[in-house]
C-alpha cells in the first residue's frame, strides 16, 4: 500500500498533541497521542520527577510500533527522543512501513513557558532538561522533516 503513518516527534512542549490533532483533522485521519500509551507505572514515575529510563521506554515503543505497523494513515505523537527509539518504530521492514518523521523544533525558553501553563498532564516541567539532554537530532540517511514551532 502507498499508505503514510505520521510521526510527530519532539520533546514534551513542543506541540506534538496540538499539531498532530490539526494536522489528522486536515488529512482526515484518526490521531494517537503516544503518551496515552504509556502504563501507569511510567506515567507515575514522571509525574514524580523521575525520567524514565530506556528499560522503561521498550514496552511502550514496541506498543507504538505496532501501532503504526496495524494501521494505515495514522498520526501519532511520540517523542522519539533517540535514534534507536525511532528505529524501534521503524521496525524490522522500514520500506514496507513508510513512516514520516516531523520534528517539532521549539528554543527551550518557549517550551519551559508551554509546560509550566499546561495544566491536567502528568509530565512536570523540571523533567524538560533530560528530555533536551536524551534528544538526538537526525542521524545520516534518517529523513526527518523538522519543522520551527
Known sequence: SNMVNVVLMGVSGSGKTTVGVALADQLNVVFHDGDSFH???NKMKMARG???????????LDS????????????????????EY???????????????????????????SRLQSREGHYFPPSLLQNQLTTLEERQSGEEICEIDN
Open 64 to 83: 507504538l510500533a505496532a501501532l503504526l505497523h496495524n494501521n494505515d494513515d495514522i498520526v501519532l505523537a511520540c517523542s522519539a527522543l533517540k535514534f
Open 39 to 41: 502504563s501507569a507505572a
Open 86 to 112: 525511532r528505529e524501534r518504530l521503524r521496525g524490522s521492514k522500514p520500506m514496507e512501513n513508510k513512516i514520516v518523521f516531523i520534528h517539532l523544533v521549539v528554543p527551550e525558553e518557549v517550551l519551559l
Open 50 to 60: 523521575d525520567a524514565l529510563t530506556d528499560e522503561d521506554r521498550i514496552p511502550w
